[in-house]
C-alpha cells in the first residue's frame, strides 16, 4: 500500500529533472549550435552580431630602455 502512493510522489520530482534538463540542453543548442556545427564541418564559426564595421585600435607600444654597456663592462665580458 505504501509502495503505491510513494511511486507516483517519486515519479514526480524524475520527470521535472527531465524535463529541466531538456529545457536547458534546448536552449543551450539554440545558443551554440551554430559554433558546434560550424566545428564540426571544419569551418570557422561565423560572428553572432557582426556589422561589417572595423576600428583599429592604437595601442603603445614602447621598447624597453637600452642599457649602454660601459668601457669596464665590455673589458669583463
Not at 510513494?6 to 559554433?35: M, R
Not at 561565423?46 to 595601442?59: E, H, S
Amino acid at each position: 500500500m505504501t509502495a503505491a502512493i510513494l511511486a507516483p510522489l517519486g515519479t514526480l520530482p524524475f520527470l521535472a529533472t527531465l524535463w529541466l534538463l531538456i529545457v536547458l540542453g534546448a536552449k543551450l543548442l539554440e545558443e551554440s549550435g551554430g559554433k558546434i556545427a560550424a566545428a564540426l564541418k571544419g569551418m570557422p564559426p561565423k560572428p553572432a552580431n557582426d556589422l561589417g564595421v572595423r576600428c583599429r585600435t592604437r595601442t603603445a607600444n614602447r621598447a624597453p630602455a637600452t642599457i649602454r654597456a660601459s668601457v669596464e663592462w665590455r673589458a669583463a665580458a
